[in-house]
């Protein structure tokens, strides 16, 4: 992976900043909208979700950075574009964030041993990895669903060059998995994440104004979109009876079927240029 790829990849960043914000806007509106928003609709955009003009700005230049965003102007009007570089980063985000959720049946396994001389890349390795939704099982072993086994092989592919790496997949549980999982993932603060977007968002129903769908859905997916890398799919039947998974991806999809296809009409209403007086004649 190029330096350039690792910065619009942020895998590890959070949500609720108004760069995050920003990131999931442009992620899931501006692409069916046409991939470009004027200047002025950006900052309009912003303000729907209570964000300053000078703080979109300073977001709208750091998406610039990253490469996820390019200045370009169209007819004589300021505006930012979709760089087509980070589409394929953005497709690989709609695959977990939008994908059917599955429990984990079989498992894969990825073993690594570096030299010294790369405790960098290891400790990349592993932020990769807990950011992908693996668990830690010891130094050097990590577990996974098996259907993040192209992701864990690309990971290593990338970050793990002068590493003895080995990838086991389709492995069977044998054993207590229950008591596995609980030693491999941090369950208490995946529940969290889990009753957060529940209590946050459980009682949300469409508000009449187009503006207010529009940040209802764009806080709830930036929400969202953290949660399916910290549960990949952890089987219900090893994880406590009462485990919120199910219940907030059930909401997740209803607010999805009330409020996307709102929110990207809005979007693409507001990042439409301003007619300019005199412009043409």
Sequence with gaps: MTEAAARRDDLEASSGSATALLRTVVGNVLRPAGGWMSAAGAV?????????????????????????????????????????????????GDARIFGERSEATAWCLLSFSFPERSRGSRDRLRRRLSALGCGSVADGLWIAPASLEDELAAAAREIAAEAEVVLFADASPRG??????????????????????????????????????????????????????RDPGLPGSAL??????????????????????????????VAAPEPAVGRAR
């Design 240 to 269: 406590d009876p009462d485990w919120p998974g199910d219940a907030s991806a059930a909401l997740f999809r209803r607010l999805r079927d009330e409020l996307e296809e709102r929110a990207i009409a809005y979007a693409a209403a």
């Design 44 to 92: 309009r955009l912003m303000d729907a979700l209570d964000v300053p003009p000078a703080t979109a700005r300073s977001s709208l230049a750091r998406l610039c950075t990253r490469g996820v965003l390019r200045r370009e102007p169209r007819d004589g009007v300021a505006g930012y574009a979709l760089d087509e570089a980070a589409i394929p980063m953005l497709e690989s």
């Design 176 to 229: 207590d998995l229950a008591a596995g999982l609980a030693r491999w993932y941090d369950l208490p603060s995946i529940r969290r994440a889990h009753e957060s977007f529940l209590s946050r968002f459980g009682d949300a129903r469409p508000p009449a104004d187009d503006a207010q769908a529009f940040a209802l859905w764009m806080r709830a997916l930036d929400e969202w979109r953290v949660i399916p890398y």
